[in-house]
């Protein structure tokens, strides 16, 4: 989508407008998140006060303060235009434009949220961190603060508390689907089956939804068409079992097992299939790897770790399966390529870390926290896949361990 826009011809705005709420609104789970950087690609100098009306009244427009913020510049500047003595066509005088005052502003927090939601929020847009902001991570949960949610922006390192979870949980996971975070399994001091979604969107409070069949920890996730993918896990021993998450009925489906019960491995979707990383089975770490197929409802091997690892963060980035960390990984850090079908090493980590949790941000890979045996770590960690070099980005308040992260 992207690509056409940058190929239009010059006046085609309001039809490049159209064609990209369509595409949208085709498969909204999927695709909302990239609506506000598809419209802020719209030169809306070429259109016409008509199209600036209608596209007010767009929820997609109307929900994202990227988006308001954008589409109210453009109605400030005729407004100062016209106080200014700046010639405006008849089309605009005595119009029906809307005004800045008639977007919806965000409303206030609720008073009876944790105190901490409060901190560090001087603007609305820190209450509602939207699906168009793509230089912030979700930290939550986790060992030391297992109800938290809190996100750090990676550029100006700054942080801001969100809603705390109804159920505070470590060893979870989680995935973000739109402007939705869901959130699965864990456990804090006994194993949750429950599962919690917060809409970014309105970030009052995390609802809950759906449980898992079998409550467990250390189980992984992904999505894939409408579905939340969860894989193996503990539940008095390692599991093979997966369900996936329909999102649209918020009902959980069975789904084949995986041909290795596993626990503290990573999940990942790539190239249209579900991968299994590493892990543990038996008290041993794991190097096999399995890939499932969708379509035809098969899991099939494909090619082990050079390093049997658990407790490993896994991300997509480029087309390729990082494998990061972990007990029996150390520093390393192994990269798959799905058209080769074989794991080669990349840049190690800094520091050995294990139970650590990892996010894509302006495409760069961001591992956050995780435990080096002894302590646990306050650092994150950024890779640069071009130089092929990882540096320190910041540091958390407090050491992060056993948490789950999210790109927002």
Not at 147 to 152: E, H, L, N, P
Not at 157 to 166: G, H, I, W
Not at 207 to 216: E, N, V
Request: charged share 20%; hydrophobic share 35%; with cysteine.
């Amino acid at each position: 989508m992207t690509a056409v826009i940058k190929l239009r011809n010059n006046g085609c705005e309001e039809a490049v407008f159209t064609a990209i709420l369509k595409w949208v609104n085709h498969n909204p789970l999927q695709r909302e998140e990239f609506f506000a950087n598809l419209f802020l690609q719209i030169d809306l100098s070429l259109t016409s006060t008509q199209f600036l009306t209608e596209a007010s009244k767009e929820s997609l427009v109307r929900n994202n303060v990227v988006c308001s913020n954008y589409l109210v510049d453009k109605l400030l500047k005729i407004q100062l235009d016209s106080s200014t003595g700046g010639e405006i066509s008849s089309s605009v005088q005595g119009s029906d434009l809307p005004t800045y005052s008639s977007f919806a502003s965000p409303s206030q927090p609720n008073p009876e949220l944790s105190p901490k939601y409060l901190q560090n929020s001087p603007t609305p847009s820190t209450y509602y961190p939207t699906s168009s902001y793509t230089d912030k991570l979700l930290i939550v949960g986790g060992q030391e603060s297992s109800a938290d949610c809190i996100v750090y922006d990676v550029i100006t390192k700054q942080k801001t508390y969100l809603p705390e979870l109804n159920h505070g949980r470590s060893g979870a996971t989680s995935v973000k689907v739109g402007s939705k975070i869901f959130v699965f399994g864990g456990g804090d001091g006994v194993l949750i089956d429950a599962c919690e979604m917060l809409d970014l969107n309105e970030p009052n409070r995390w609802h809950l939804m759906s449980s898992l069949l079998p409550a467990r920890e250390h189980c992984s996730s992904s999505h894939f068409e409408g579905h939340i993918y969860v894989t193996g896990g503990w539940n008095n021993g390692r599991l093979s079992y997966c369900e996936k998450f329909d999102i649209h009925n918020n009902k959980w489906i069975k789904m084949k097992n995986m041909n290795i019960p596993r626990d503290e491995h990573g999940t990942v979707v790539c190239n249209g299939f579900l991968y299994c990383i590493g892990g543990s089975q038996r008290s041993k770490r794991l190097s096999s790897c399995e890939r499932y197929d969708m379509r035809s409802d098969v899991w099939s091997e494909i090619a082990p770790l050079n390093q049997a690892r658990k407790g490993l963060a896994c991300v997509v980035l480029d087309g390729n399966i990082y494998a990061i960390g972990g007990n029996g990984g150390g520093k390393t850090v192994e990269r798959f390529n799905p058209t080769i079908g074989r794991w080669a090493y990349v840049a190690s980590l800094q520091y050995a870390r294990y139970h650590s949790s990892a996010c894509v941000v302006g495409n760069k890979i961001f591992v956050v926290g995780g435990s080096s045996g002894e302590e646990s770590r306050n650092s994150v960690q950024v890779y640069d896949s071009t130089a092929d070099v990882w540096t320190t980005a910041f540091k958390t308040q407090k050491p992060v361990c056993e948490a789950t992260v999210v790109a927002i």
